[in-house]
């Protein structure tokens, strides 16, 4: 099924005393999505390891030059340490190049701990060659009503830890309202509003997707995979909300639009730019 990639995290009230596991840190992901129709989600990548090669977070196309992904996904790294699959459903059929990024703006109030503002964007070095597989993703801004079904696509494996599959796959979601979600998890205040909600069937098996990864509604991006916990257990899984965090998306691209005019400015000095907030 999907993976999800979760931050480490012990939950401190007793309600919720279990570990969250982010991807990196470990194999457990659960069965349960189908491989994804070809063609079905042109905008997704996979975010790998420059050096490893290994896939490790989802994330979508926004721009020619720009890759949205969770905060927690880059958290600690330099741009330099990643790699963009672009154009495929099957990680082994790279037949397009792989872009790389020359800087990472996570979101600046970004918190980890609590979960928030866990988004950042990725600006690629190159910009990326649209094709019938590989396009970029409108951002959602409809406020979404309670029960719209969102796509949810990602690569995970297909038995607990199990190996990665190769083919893309996909899970159709329910978008649960933010006062329900919170409530669902006894008033957490890890769940805000600046997450959407999503739930699956339990009987499932489907509550992990890829961490960064893409949930589309009508064909147009409106949350990136966050956190979740142990889908049987029938709790909402909260995703960063592409309409909340519209204003921080717009600052960083439109500011490189006009970087972009000249092509020949000073190398930053440093690949880590932090966010404006908004
Ligand atoms: C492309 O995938 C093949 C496996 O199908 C792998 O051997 C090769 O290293 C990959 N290319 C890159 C650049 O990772
Ligand atoms: C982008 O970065 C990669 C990895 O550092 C490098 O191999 C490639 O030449 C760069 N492309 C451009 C256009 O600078
Ligand atoms: C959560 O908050 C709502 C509204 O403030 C309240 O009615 C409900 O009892 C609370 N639930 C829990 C589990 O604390």
């Known amino acids: 099924m999907l993976i999800f990639v979760l ?19 470990t194999t457990n992901r659960i069965v349960g999505g189908e491989e994804a129709a070809e063609g079905i989600a042109p905008y997704q990548i996979s975010l790998q390891g420059a050096a490893s090669g290994l896939h490790s977070c989802g994330g979508a196309i926004i721009d020619e030059r720009w890759i949205i992904t969770a905060a927690h996904c880059t958290r600690g790294k330099e741009a330099s340490a990643f790699r963009v699959l672009t154009g495929t459903q099957d990680l082994d059929k790279n037949v397009t190049k792989y872009y790389y990024p020359d800087r990472i703006v996570e979101h600046c109030n970004y918190a ?7 988004i950042a964007l990725l600006h690629l070095n190159e910009s990326i060659l649209f094709d019938d597989s590989t396009k970029p993703v409108e951002l959602d801004h409809e406020a979404l009503v309670p029960g719209s079904k969102l796509l949810l696509t990602g690569w995970g494996t297909l038995s607990l830890g199990g190996d990665v599959p190769k083919r ?3 899970l159709e979601v329910t978008y649960v309202p933010y006062e329900q979600c ?7 205040t890890r769940v805000d ?12 098996g489907a509550c992990h997707g890829d961490s960064g990864g893409p949930l589309v509604h009508n064909g147009k991006l409106v949350a990136l995979v966050n956190w979740g916990m142990p889908c049987a ?19 960083h691209l439109s500011s490189s639009e006009t ?13 880590r730019a932090k966010g404006h907030c908004n």
């Open 168 to 170: 893309l796959q996909s």
């Open 112 to 118: 980890p701990r609590r979960y928030m503002n866990d």
């Open 7 to 25: 931050p480490l995290i012990l939950w401190s009230s007793c309600a919720f005393s279990q570990i969250l596991y982010p991807p990196q840190y």
């Open 233 to 251: 257990r029938g709790y909402p899984d909260a995703h960063a909300s592409i309409s909340y965090y519209h204003d921080f998306i717009r600052t």
């Open 259 to 271: 970087d972009g005019l000249d092509e020949n400015t000073e190398e930053m000095p440093s690949n």
């Open 182 to 188: 919170r409530a669902a998890h006894d008033n957490s």
């Open 193 to 204: 509003i600046g997450h959407v909600c999503t739930f699956n069937d339990k009987g499932r």
